[in-house]
């Protein structure tokens, strides 16, 4: 079974930071894509970053690029998500997602795998 664990999330300071985790089991760790999706209150889900299984990583934001820091670490089976400077737009539920597969991209339907969701708000 696969299962996608997040943590990290929780209240900060707008220009503050967080680091969110996944944790990955059931799945080949070093053949799969990984990503970050969120869905803000009354918003549809977005992308926001993913790192293929060669370490190549995507930001699908332009307001995240120069803040956040996708990474994966092999041996532990975790994805990270640096959040740096953080904003109030930045506020969403944030999703863990992966594939059985190297490729990224920022199709919701792509990923078949979800996490539970970890909540993210950014006070003004």
């Known amino acids: 079974e696969v299962q996608l664990v997040e943590s990290g999330g929780g209240l900060v300071q707008a220009g503050g930071s967080l680091r969110l985790s996944c944790a990955v089991s059931?799945?080949?760790?070093?053949?799969?894509?990984i990503g970050w999706f969120r869905q803000a209150p009354g918003k549809e889900r977005e992308g926001v970053s993913c790192?293929?299984?060669?370490?190549?990583?995507?930001y699908y934001d332009d307001s995240v690029k120069a803040r956040f820091t996708i990474s994966r670490d092999s041996a532990k089976k975790m994805v990270y998500l640096q959040m740096n400077s953080l904003q109030p737009e930045d506020t969403a539920v944030y999703y863990c997602?992966?594939?059985?597969?190297?490729?990224?991209?920022?199709?919701?339907?792509?990923?078949?795998?979800w996490g539970q969701g970890t909540q993210v708000t950014v006070s003004s």
């Open positions: 059931g799945l080949t760790f070093d053949d799969s894509a």
């Open positions: 790192i293929s299984s060669t370490h190549t990583t995507f």
């Open positions: 997602v992966a594939v059985d597969y190297y490729y990224c991209t920022n199709s919701a339907t792509y990923f078949d795998y």
